[in-house]
């Protein structure tokens, strides 16, 4: 048996150990009763940020939908259909969650990657390049042709999907209402930040201190 599949399933075996022989009332409730989330998140696909693993959250807890980049395309039933669209309207209409985090990241490569597409460059996939274009707007060049920076746009690429979110009618009317709250967070992998980005412009708030080690070499 390979490594790779060998810590899996000893990782596997562990959380057994824990929610199956020391802990079983939590997942024979959430076998038995179904999950009742509070919390959406819309996160990267980067193996780096893992919400369960940052928020330190037990089974049932949180909704995840991961994609490259964490977009939220606009709204457009029936036009091209999306995994992530299908995961938020269940957890949003069936599951009646109450919170909805997009989660960016820094170093994101598919940011990277769209940052390099409105440079101009050929990006030899078949599929990341078109699902990137959800953020197009979010990486404007300017009239020289130079693209933004890249924490610039993985702050410009949340706010659009923050927007996003509000041209989903079950989306928007639960908000209106107060029964919906959506969250912009991003997360500098090298120091360790949580950041609030304001919706509504420039800026962040930052909701978590970090800083780089002394003792990390680069």
Same mark, same amino acid.
């Given at each position: 048996?390979?490594?790779?599949?060998?810590?899996?399933?000893?990782?596997?075996?562990?959380?057994?150990?824990?929610?199956?022989?020391?802990?079983?009332?939590?997942?024979?409730?959430?076998?038995?009763?179904?999950?009742?989330?509070?919390?959406?998140?819309?996160?990267?696909?980067?193996?780096?940020?893992?919400?369960?693993?940052?928020?330190?959250?037990?089974?049932?807890?949180?909704?995840?939908?991961?994609?490259?980049?964490?977009?939220? $395309?606009?709204?457009?039933?029936?036009?091209?259909?999306?995994?992530?669209?299908?995961?938020?309207?269940?957890?949003?209409?069936?599951?009646?969650?109450?919170?909805?985090?997009?989660?960016?990241?820094?170093?994101?490569?598919?940011?990277?990657?769209?940052?390099?597409?409105?440079?101009?460059?050929?990006? $030899?996939?078949?599929?990341?390049?078109?699902?990137?274009?959800?953020?197009?707007?979010?990486? $404007?060049?300017?009239?020289?042709?130079?693209?933004?920076?890249?924490?610039?746009?993985?702050?410009?690429?949340?706010?659009?999907?923050?927007?996003?979110?509000?041209?989903? $009618?079950?989306?928007?009317?639960?908000?209106?209402?107060?029964?919906?709250?959506?969250?912009?967070?991003?997360?500098?992998?090298?120091?360790?930040?949580?950041?609030?980005?304001?919706?509504?412009?420039?800026?962040?708030?930052?909701?978590?201190?970090?800083?780089?080690?002394?003792?990390?070499?680069?």
């Amino acid at each position: 048996m390979v490594e790779a599949e060998q810590r899996l399933i000893t990782g596997y075996r562990g959380f057994r150990a824990r929610y199956y022989e020391q802990c079983p009332e939590r997942m024979h409730d959430l076998a038995v009763h179904g999950q009742s989330p509070d919390v959406l998140f819309i996160a990267c696909a980067d193996s780096r940020i893992d919400p369960a693993l940052l928020f330190d959250s037990e089974p049932g807890e949180l909704f995840v939908v991961r994609n490259v980049a964490n977009l939220v $395309p606009p709204y457009g039933p029936g036009e091209n259909p999306d995994a992530t669209c299908a995961a938020m309207e269940f957890a949003v209409r069936d599951l009646g969650v109450q919170h909805i985090v997009i989660l960016g990241h820094s170093a994101c490569g598919g940011i990277k990657a769209l940052r390099a597409t409105m440079a101009g460059e050929d990006l $030899p996939r078949d599929f990341i390049g078109p699902w990137i274009q959800n953020a197009a707007d979010a990486c $404007p060049c300017d009239a020289d042709g130079n693209v933004p920076e890249q924490e610039a746009v993985e702050h410009a690429g949340i706010r659009m999907s923050l927007r996003n979110l509000m041209t989903f $009618p079950w989306i928007a009317e639960k908000v209106e209402a107060g029964d919906l709250h959506l969250h912009g967070w991003w997360v500098d992998l090298l120091a360790g930040r949580l950041c609030d980005i304001n919706p509504d412009g420039d800026g962040l708030t930052q909701l978590v201190a970090g800083e780089i080690p002394d003792n990390v070499a680069d």
